[in-house]
């Protein structure tokens, strides 16, 4: 198995290119704030799943990475619920963007609460 397997790694990667596409359509003025931190931080989450797998041998520092990545995932979206306000999104592409981070949330909090079932020991 690859860490491109885990249900959690895809779904953040999926969730971090719909946040791509949608944060095209951002003000130019926010090329440098909410942009490139929405990006970011969703394109963290994936990033820290990937590093977590490499390490799940190391229970500790399996399940300090995933917690990262959770970290990330908050991140995320607090930065939504910014494009909302702002106006930069509508409430169904927030609510839908939204809901796949509570599902990666969910899945992330599984993978810290039961390491051994991928692979750490």
Do not use: H
């Not at 926010?30 to 990006?39: G, S």
């Not at 394109?43 to 229970?59: D, G, L, Q, T």
């Not at 520092?61 to 979206?77: G, P, R």
């Amino acid at each position: 198995m690859k860490f491109q397997d885990l249900l959690a790694y895809q779904k953040s990667f999926n969730l971090a290119m719909s946040i791509f596409l949608v944060s095209k359509e951002f003000p130019v003025e926010e090329k440098y704030a909410l942009t490139d931190q929405i990006r970011r931080s969703s394109r963290s989450v994936s990033a820290n799943i990937a590093e977590s797998y490499a390490k799940r041998i190391f229970p500790k520092y399996f399940v300090s990475k995933l917690s990262d990545a959770d970290a990330e995932n908050l991140e995320t979206q607090t930065w939504l619920e910014f494009a909302l306000v702002c106006g930069y999104i509508n409430k169904e592409i927030y609510d839908d963007l939204f809901l796949k981070s509570k599902e990666v949330g969910k899945l992330l909090n599984y993978m810290m609460n039961n390491p051994a079932k991928f692979g750490s020991k």
